[in-house]
């Protein structure tokens, strides 16, 4: 059973400190770090690591630790909005874990923080307990300091704030690009398939032009493939596009996708009836060992 | 570095002996046995392995030694085709091993075969060294008493006959059901597609009727799924059925499919631009392991 974290953490200038967070979360026996990110100009950085329920809980409270030693929030400066030195933390179920777990998991960690650091713990998404607090923004939104966290202090910890901890579906970045310069075809057709102005519930999305190839991008966040799946959102694009005489000059996926995601889209346009997943060599491989 | 075997025994009615040889692989370090099973009728079975190079290696010749022990092939009867007590046994390239890797397994095996038991080999498909040989259908209709093998004596093997040993690609059986009752339709659509006929070179096809739910199948076997990718085979059905007024019904994969195989079908048609496999969450695992 394999579990997905990604941390980000509010620090994204120095770089040793950083450093120190990633070499701390590799040197964790049953971690792997995948990957990790800072944007300067945000102040934060992302790490995204790998590994069972027990390797992954103590590094994410080895990597509070070190964030609560080195970062003080009153002297933090960026554009990126945070509610804390460690901002927020999502579990992701991979491989065999299901979102059960990862729920657990969250819970388990939130206590955990809450009490070994005194910093107040806000459960978010799969993992909240208050249908208010799901979505990240509305908490940010809250600007923490008049919500009752769900572990730990209600007054914020002085140089570390509070923190977000739950538990999601991995995120695809899923962008469209249109044979068209036209902007305004992009932003109607992102209007058209988001969930906040009545599209799919599990899909963000935004028109841009891509100035230096003359073309516009339609960009997304796909929350939830197995909900939301890719081919209907590709589908949609397509269609809403057609009724402007713009087709699609190609698709792109940014960063990793889970297998699953595309073996549901050759599931349907292949039309396979009656597939399981452990017919998928690996899978099969994997569920053997 | 996975390589996968499935070697086919001469052997489907001892239901003892079969599982003697199915524990001796089970029991072979670095292997796993997937699945075997046995025909009576055919008086055959088809074990399924996959492990490193050398684990599938111990596995194959500690089979050889069994099967040449347990069968005598001047007592075999069974309507299957076959020249020897393990009659043919294909290495398949999964995970990161390569065709190279297959075929140089291949080789190694074969002569090791030959010189410990006597046993005429012949090399088939990639690993074949002899384009008159690389399809096993012209070894078999050789009758093997004819041909000089790749290793070992000439004249078979008294009781256990010859064997072919090589490397292919993974195979998948992959069947597309026609809404309609009309077999002309499938057989002429299989004709359109097999390489035999002059379709794909890497499918085999025919057509058949589903006698209890009133319709037809194009039943296939796809070969080399990265050179006839499975979305190329499907939109041709799908064309060649229109000009009958078909429709397809659904198609179903029967067995295990590869992972790439279907992100293939999935890049097609979601027109994914620069996609790399290490893009895939489970790939990227895999390769930090």
């Given at each position: 059973m394999l579990i997905e974290c990604v941390p980000n953490v509010s620090e994204g200038r120095r770089a040793d400190v950083v450093a120190?967070?990633?070499?701390?979360?590799?040197?964790?026996?049953?971690?792997?770090?995948?990957?990790?990110?800072?944007?300067?100009?945000?102040?934060?950085?992302?790490?995204t690591l790998v590994g069972d329920a027990a390797g992954v809980e103590r590094a994410v409270l080895t990597l509070f630790e070190r964030a609560i030693a080195d970062i003080d929030l009153r002297a933090h400066t960026g554009e990126h909005?945070?509610?804390?030195?460690?901002?927020?933390?999502?579990?992701?179920?991979?491989a065999d874990?299901?979102?059960?777990?990862?729920?657990?998991?969250?819970?388990?960690?939130?206590?955990?923080?809450?009490?070994?650091?005194?910093?107040?713990?806000?459960?978010?998404?799969?993992?909240?307990?208050?249908?208010?607090?799901?979505?990240?923004?509305?908490?940010?939104?809250?600007?923490?300091?008049g919500l009752t966290?769900?572990?730990?202090?209600?007054?914020?910890?002085?140089?570390?704030?509070?923190?977000v901890i739950g538990a999601r579906?991995?995120?695809?970045?899923?962008?469209?690009?249109?044979?068209?310069?036209?902007?305004?075809?992009?932003?109607?057709?992102?209007?058209?398939?988001r969930q906040s102005s009545g599209g799919f519930?599990?899909?963000?999305?935004?028109?841009?032009?891509?100035?230096?190839?003359?073309?516009?991008?339609?960009?997304?966040?796909?929350?939830?493939?197995?909900k939301t799946p890719i081919f209907r959102v590709f589908e949609a694009v397509k269609r809403e596009a057609e009724r402007y005489g713009v087709s699609i000059l190609e698709s792109e996926i940014v960063g990793l996708v889970p297998s699953a995601a595309l073996n549901g889209a050759a599931e349907f346009y292949l039309q396979i009836s009656g597939f399981k997943p452990d017919q998928v060599l690996e899978n099969k491989l994997r569920s053997e060992n």
């Open positions: 120190r967070m990633a070499e701390l979360i590799r040197s964790e026996p049953g971690v792997r770090l995948l990957d990790h990110s800072s944007d300067p100009s945000h102040n934060r950085s992302v790490f909005p945070r509610v804390g030195a460690v901002d927020v933390v999502p579990f992701i179920p991979i874990a299901t979102m059960a777990d990862c729920v657990a998991l969250a819970k388990k960690v939130g206590a955990e923080v809450a009490s070994k650091f005194g910093v107040p713990v806000f459960l978010y998404e799969e993992a909240s307990t208050n249908p208010a607090r799901r979505n990240l923004e509305d908490i940010r939104r809250g600007e923490f300091e966290p769900d572990f730990g202090p209600k007054a914020p910890h002085p140089s570390a704030g509070a923190t579906m991995p995120l695809i970045a899923y962008n469209i690009n249109l044979a068209t310069d036209r902007l305004d075809v992009a932003k109607k057709i992102a209007a058209a398939i519930r599990y899909v963000k999305a935004a028109g841009f032009k891509l100035e230096n190839r003359g073309i516009v991008q339609v960009s997304m966040n796909l929350t939830n493939y197995e």
